[in-house]
């Protein structure tokens, strides 16, 4: 069974309308691809379309899925909710500065207001005016957050300043776990959540990312304390974006949402520890993950307690912007 208050139940997604990669975030995410020829509205087409299969997937699993449109033409990463957006279980909404300035237009009072509306919020903690001092914390991209044993897990990047992490943790209550993480030219990993993701029962890593022998086994260890299962990625398996996954709660049990090109690249054993607690839930997202990301980087899971005393699971409700 999976430990309770890790997997989310509810989850906000953004679906732009002027979808395209960030020229601002290339140089240090060596994920992200240029769309050099591409037609900038067929694009953003596909992107649109991408976002709403991901939720129609969801929802069909039983998870209940807040839909947001965004048709502003300056947001091109406003796909990815979860760097600037995250709640938690006893109320609280985070809100984080942002590394690149034209990002930082993604935080949404609109979002916010929804959350407290239809969800029991009793405080917003704002810690985007951090971004004037040039300190930055991208959310749950740059954290990934244990949150029953209450541990940060953090790779370092120019996307995580120690002073925020530093905020955040001792605000919340989360005891941060950092280390080095480096992709194959040597520059470090940007986000912690495109090499590894914590669920109820296992967690998927990309060990091989660590250039330290201390730090990939106190990272093993730490991941394993809960009785979880440890799944290790290869280098090449976190390019395909296998790390970029979250565990939601359907209906019928727990789901594992990571893009068809990160589940073709799991094998036949990573596949059967993730499917001993977790169902697989594979939506095709390759236009999004030009951007550098997928789809755990397109959630922003809701650990809220609803407001009505049950919330039913229905269609995607579309928000507009």
Not at 119 to 140: A, I, K, M
Not at 179 to 184: E, G, L, M, R, T
Not at 255 to 265: D, F, I, K
Request: hydrophobic fraction near 45%; charge should be negative; charged fraction near 20%.
């Amino acid at each position: 069974m999976t430990a309770p208050g890790q997997a989310p139940a509810a989850v906000v997604l953004v679906r732009p309308h002027a979808f395209r990669p960030n020229p601002l975030t290339l140089a240090d995410n060596a994920f992200q691809a240029a769309a050099a020829g591409e037609d900038p509205a067929v694009l953003a087409r596909r992107a649109h379309d991408e976002v709403t299969a991901l939720a129609d997937a969801l929802a069909d699993a039983g998870v209940r899925v807040h839909l947001f449109d965004d048709p502003e033409p300056d947001r091109p990463d406003s796909v990815f909710p979860n760097n600037w957006l995250s709640t938690h279980a006893d109320g609280r909404v985070a809100l984080f500065p942002m590394y690149a300035e034209n990002r930082r237009r993604e935080r949404r009072g609109d979002v916010v207001e929804f959350l407290k509306a239809a969800y029991r919020v009793h405080e917003v903690v704002d810690l985007s005016g951090l971004e004037h001092d040039g300190v930055f914390l991208e959310g749950t991209g740059a954290m990934v957050l244990d949150h029953v044993a209450r541990v940060a897990y953090v790779a370092r990047s120019r996307r995580v300043d120690p002073v925020a992490l530093d905020r955040f943790c001792r605000g919340f209550g989360y005891e941060p776990v950092v280390f080095d993480a480096v992709d194959a030219g040597g520059r470090a990993v940007y986000h912690t959540n495109v090499l590894m993701s914590v669920a109820g029962e296992y967690a998927l890593a990309g060990l091989e990312l660590l250039p330290s022998a201390a730090e990939r086994s106190r990272l093993a260890e730490r991941l394993a304390a809960g009785g979880r299962t440890v799944v290790p990625l290869t280098a090449a398996q976190v390019g395909e974006f296998a790390g970029n996954a979250l565990e939601v709660q359907g209906s019928d049990g727990p789901v594992l949402a990571l893009s068809a090109r990160a589940a073709a690249s799991l094998t036949r054993e990573q596949r059967a520890a993730v499917e001993a607690s977790a169902r697989l839930l594979p939506v095709a997202v390759p236009t999004v993950e030009l951007a550098g990301g997928s789809v755990r980087c397109m959630i922003a899971g809701v650990h809220l307690e609803p407001r009505s005393a049950v919330v039913p699971v229905s269609v995607p409700e579309s928000v507009p912007a």
